[in-house]
């Protein structure tokens, strides 16, 4: 492990703890609260036990403690390379994000280390200056709560422009692509990042301004028959999805999917992949796309055979 668990959740907890006690500001109530913050839901059943009984001899019965310096958790040299490389990521690159203390260390692995073979291969332009340049125009609308105006290339190749409030930035692993998901008094609005041409900055909104229209998601609700490890595969291929999942019996499960309009195409073509042991029972337009498209493969297979 990069990182051992030495940077867990109890080291940490631990450590927030023995900070206030060499301050002196250490009570039974501060312990309590530290621990109900930042550790696990069990947490408070462990570790104040363990501190009371000296179980772990680090805290006196007065809240004191024999250290004399906070506690600190310094990063390896191997831990700093490991950072590093992630950082490199041309999409965590478009955050600009600090590189502080990582000089003097070589990145762990280059960046062709990984090869995707489950995702389109026409992702955004992640390296084009225009589109780093647009891309930190919408993260600082974002960020610093200003209107924001755009222009992008509609479906007939028009330009188009839309006067909006930012709402969020959101990536999808599957197209390798950023999207901009705003909204402004009449309607929501969400498009892809490379399809935008230009963008700038407008006054600030006030908090009454700011009712964003969330994107309604579609549901796609699947009865699966757990044959083959069916129930496994399916929890991977759609993991990047919202769900939920209801045993029927010993074979059988009921599958609740929400996902936005974009990604339908490629939803159905996952859920043609598991053949028999996936059944879709709602909504029916989702149904009548899949028998659409089963109709079309047959007709192409023949006109191959012939």
């Not at 990582?102 to 291969?121: M, W």
Request: net charge neutral; proline share 7%.
């Amino acid at each position: 492990m990069l990182f051992s668990e030495v940077y867990g959740t109890y080291y940490q907890v631990l450590s927030k703890i023995l900070a206030k006690a060499v301050e002196g500001d250490l009570t039974q109530e501060v312990l309590y609260d530290i621990v109900r913050t930042h550790g696990f839901e069990e947490s408070i059943l462990t570790i104040p036990d363990a501190l009371k009984t000296q179980a772990w001899p680090l805290i006196g019965q007065d809240y004191s403690t024999p250290l004399e310096h906070v506690p600190t958790m310094p990063i390896t040299t191997l831990q700093k390379r490991w950072l590093k490389a992630l950082l490199a990521d041309p999409r965590i690159q478009l955050f600009a994000p600090p590189m502080d203390g990582l000089e003097d260390v070589e990145p762990l692995y280059p960046a062709d280390t990984f090869v995707y073979f489950d995702r389109y291969s026409d992702g955004d332009p992640f390296h084009d200056p225009g589109y780093i340049k647009r891309f930190r125009c919408i993260l600082s609308a974002i960020r610093h709560k200003r209107w924001l105006r755009i222009q992008f290339t509609g479906g007939k190749g028009l330009p188009h422009y839309w006067r909006c409030i930012p709402y969020k930035l959101e990536y999808s692993p599957k197209d390798d692509k950023f999207r901009l998901i705003s909204a402004n008094k009449r309607e929501a609005l969400m498009i892809n990042l490379a399809r935008i041409t230009d963008c700038w900055l407008l006054e600030p909104y006030t908090q009454e301004e700011y009712r964003p229209q969330p994107m309604k998601k579609r549901i796609l609700i699947l009865e699966l028959t757990d044959d083959r490890n069916a129930l496994e595969r399916v929890m991977l291929h759609f993991s990047h999805l919202d769900k939920q999942t209801e045993r029927i019996d010993d074979l059988h499960y009921k599958i609740t999917l929400y996902y936005e309009r974009e990604d339908e195409t490629e939803l159905l073509i996952r859920v043609l992949s598991f053949g028999p042991m996936l059944k879709v029972i709602f909504p029916d337009d989702f149904i009548k796309n899949l028998v659409a498209r089963l109709e079309k493969q047959k007709k192409l297979r023949t006109q191959t055979q012939i």
